[in-house]
């Protein structure tokens, strides 16, 4: 399950909107959304890039949180 609070906070200290961090990823505004809200899952080359882009230290506690 991601952590949506940490990955919102990550990208707005970035200065980015949700639909610019979907672009920068190549993928659809509307499926960022869905993946955020944990009704679809991140694919490891997505967790990839947003790592990279948005500098996150720990994906772990982001992308896998219990």
Not at 31 to 56: P, R, Y
Request: aromatic residues 6%.
């Amino acid at each position: 399950m991601v952590d949506t609070r940490a990955l919102k906070a990550a990208y707005i200290k970035k200065g980015l909107t949700q639909a610019e961090v979907a672009e920068a990823i190549g993928i659809n505004p509307k499926t960022l959304s869905l993946k955020i809200n944990n009704k679809a899952v991140f694919g490891t080359d997505e967790i990839e890039q947003l790592t990279k882009l948005l500098k996150i230290d720990d994906p772990m506690r982001i992308f896998f949180a219990c």
